[in-house]
C-alpha cells in the first residue's frame, strides 16, 4: 500500500513539473492586446445586458449548488452559481464553470473575495494526511517554474520562494489548506490562499483572492466570516462516501496540491491589465495586487448595492441533472 502510494506521489509531481511548464508557455503566448481585445466586446456586452442578483446577508442561509450551504453574514453580498458566472464574464475573467458561488464584503475599503468551485472527481482518499511532504512539493513547485521560466520572455518570469501556510489537513474537517509565496522579475510579493474541502464525490474550492499586503488580515475575514458558516449539505459529506456505489478519484491529498485531475485557467486571467494571475487549480499564484484595481471592481459592484434585496429562495436545492 505504502509502495503504491509513493509511485503515485512520484507520478504526480514529475508530470506536474511538465504540465506546469506547459501551460506557462500558454500563458506567455497570450499578448496584452490579444486578451483585453477579445474579452472586451464580451465584458461590454454581459455588462449592458445583465443585471447581477447581488444577495446582502443577513444572517440567512443561500445554497453553494446543491454540494453545500453557506450562511451570510451582516456586511457581506453572494452571488450564486449563474451570477457568479456572469460577473466573472462581465469584468473579462475565465471562468472554470465549475462555479457554485462566491461572496464579497460589502465595504468597499476592503479588497477581498471568495470563489468556490465545486469538481466532482470521485471520493478522494486521505490516506496521505500523514504523508505529505512540503519540501517534496515545494521542490517539484521550484522545478516547474524553473522550467517554464526558461520558455518564457524575461518580464514573465516567476519565482517560487516558499510556504506561507505549508500543506496542512484537517482530520476532523476534512479539508486542505495551503498558501504559496513567490515573486515576478520585479520583486513584487505574490501570494494565494487555498482551502480543498473533501465532499463524498469530490471537493469544493474555496479560493481567496486578495493582495499581499492584506493578505492576512483578509485570511481572518475569509475563516471567520466565511469558512465558519460553510457547510456541507446533509448526505454529501465526506463520511458518507459509499465504496459499493460511489466513484473513487484517481489521485489522492499529493495529486490535489499539485493540480488534480485538471488545469483551469484562473478567474482573474482577463484582468491582465491590472491583475498578473496563474493557475488556480496548482495554486501556485492567485494575484499580484496593482493599484486600485480591486477598488474599481468593488466600486462597479457598490453601484449595485441599492438594487439589493435577499433572495429567499436561492438556498432552493437545484435540479440533480443541473449538478456540477
Not at 481585445?37 to 461590454?44: G, P
Request: glycine share 8%.
Amino acid at each position: 500500500m505504502v509502495t503504491h502510494r509513493s509511485r503515485r506521489v512520484r507520478k504526480e509531481q514529475k508530470g506536474f513539473n511538465l504540465m506546469v511548464a506547459f501551460i506557462l508557455v500558454l500563458c506567455a503566448m497570450m499578448s496584452f492586446t490579444e486578451v483585453v481585445s477579445a474579452t472586451s466586446a464580451e465584458s461590454t456586452e454581459i455588462t449592458e445586458s445583465t443585471e447581477l442578483n447581488w444577495v446582502e446577508g443577513s444572517g440567512q442561509e443561500v445554497g453553494l449548488g446543491s454540494i453545500a450551504t453557506l450562511k451570510l453574514q451582516t456586511g457581506l453580498v453572494f452571488l450564486d452559481k449563474d451570477n457568479t458566472l456572469a460577473h466573472e464574464l462581465s469584468y473579462g475573467g475565465v471562468p472554470s464553470y465549475k462555479e457554485i458561488g462566491s461572496v464579497y464584503p460589502m465595504d468597499e475599503n476592503e479588497t477581498w473575495a471568495v470563489f468556490f468551485d465545486y469538481d466532482e472527481v470521485g471520493h478522494i482518499d486521505d490516506a496521505e494526511k500523514n504523508d505529505i511532504d512540503a519540501d517534496a512539493l515545494l521542490k517539484s513547485y521550484k522545478e516547474g517554474t524553473e522550467a517554464a521560466n526558461k520558455e518564457t520572455t524575461e518580464d514573465n518570469h516567476l519565482f517560487v520562494d516558499g510556504w506561507d501556510v505549508p500543506p496542512t489537513y484537517d482530520d476532523n474537517l476534512h479539508n486542505l489548506k495551503w498558501s504559496l509565496l513567490a515573486h515576478d522579475i520585479n520583486n513584487q510579493p505574490l501570494i494565494n490562499y487555498n482551502v480543498r474541502i473533501l465532499t463524498r464525490e469530490g471537493y469544493i474550492s474555496a479560493i481567496l483572492v486578495t493582495d499581499p499586503e492584506h493578505m492576512d488580515e483578509d485570511r481572518k475575514s475569509f475563516e471567520n466570516l466565511v469558512l465558519s458558516n460553510f457547510s456541507v449539505n446533509t448526505g454529501e459529506g465526506y463520511t458518507d462516501f459509499d465504496e459499493s456505489t460511489d466513484k473513487l478519484a484517481e489521485m489522492g491529498l499529493t495529486g490535489l496540491i499539485v493540480g488534480g485531475a485538471g488545469v483551469v485557467v484562473a478567474k482573474k486571467v482577463g484582468l491582465i491589465a491590472m491583475l498578473v494571475v496563474l493557475l488556480k487549480k496548482f495554486g501556485i499564484i492567485i494575484v499580484v495586487a496593482i493599484g486600485g484595481l480591486f477598488r474599481y471592481l468593488f466600486k462597479k459592484r457598490k453601484n449595485k448595492e441599492t438594487m439589493l434585496t435577499p433572495d429567499r429562495d436561492i438556498d432552493a436545492p437545484i435540479d440533480s441533472d443541473n449538478r456540477l
